[in-house]
């Protein structure tokens, strides 16, 4: 495909980023010498205007081939020129990565609307570890804090991908799915109505209105109500977007500690195992909820809207990385153990201005936790208890409160190997 000559120099500017973004790690005799990479990817482009939803899900997307140790995983919308593009103009309500195995053979299944060709049987979906049933089975995934939320692995760990003998079968081979989830709210009637997905600006209706917002109502292709007379000029215009997403890895070898990839849902329904009478664990995990506005209810004090999930992890190990998720109007979430000891929490922070990366009233970043290798343990079957807070001076709809974790498995071998790691190459956000 010939490209225009502004696509040509945005391409350009990538290749050259990939080029000075491959260099060595500092030596280190436990680990040998390193080549950290780098490569900067394209999704396919996302057609928006004022009001548009688009909530695609792109198949077989570029990602780094062989067998790799992901150390980091970030992402922004940009407009053809590389520009980042602010949210309150397009709000990037999530992207998610989502890793599977298909058929050689199978010709790309390319962009859609849902993932319904997942049901396919040339398809094997390959689920992080946990939890949910159905849904949140991603390896990477943010959504406005993606810009200021660390996503660093730190060393000696790494996420394991690419690994021929984890394929599914012969003839199979590992491919990566993209889901980008914007809404463009130029000239809307009420942003924050817009992007909390409100059914009534959105002219939907959902179970006979008695689902008053969230992604059922902007799914894509959705349009949220715009201001009567804004029309004309460039701010109106259609326009081509992308997700500009930079992964950065290194070659696997047998000293890099793997990890499993967690993600509890607040919302999570969780029916206990019970061997005596042959039932298994299960997780309906909602995802999404509603926060009513203290003035209504009135059952919340001081306006905080908080909402709690106990479960357990299928087997447990050193937590090595933690961050929350959640939207306009949440105020920090938390997980704990049992005791009431405090394994992370991650709170957000809401940009003041208008430059992207630092949008007055969404949130931009969410903190993170990077706990000293082997000092904070989850246990086999230890109850955990999640908590997310929302402010409900207000109505939201369709907010979440989820929790990424990173664990690692432990052992007295493990444990000694870490604990010699320098401690200055571990980043500390507690």
Known sequence: MVLDSKRQLHCLAAILLLLVSVQPSQSDPRIGNRISKSEVFLSPKFVMEPGSVSNKYYYNVDFPKGHIAIKSFNAEVVDEEGNPIPLHKTYLHHWVVLRYHQRKDTADSGAHQGDLSFLQSDHVVVKNSGMCDSGLSQYFGLGSETRRTSTDVPDPYGIEVGNPADVAADGY????????????????????????????LYNTTVDGGNYNGGLRCCHDGAKCRVEKGFEGGVETS????YLRYTVEYIDWEESIVPVRIYILDVTDIWTKADESSGIEARHRCLIEYDVESCSAGGSHSSCTHTKTLSVSLPTGGDVIYGVGHQHAGGSGTALYGEGGRLICSSNPTYGTGKEPGNEAGYIVGMSTCYPSPGSVKISNGETLTLVSNYSSTQTHTGVMGLFYLLVSDSSPERDNLVQRYPAQNLRVDY
Do not use: P, Q
């Open 173 to 200: 081979e590992e491919r990566w799915m993209l889901n980008v989830h914007a809404i463009d709210t130029r000239g809307a009637e009420d942003k924050m109505g817009c992007t909390e997905c409100r059914c009534d």
């Open 238 to 241: 259609r326009r081509s977007l």
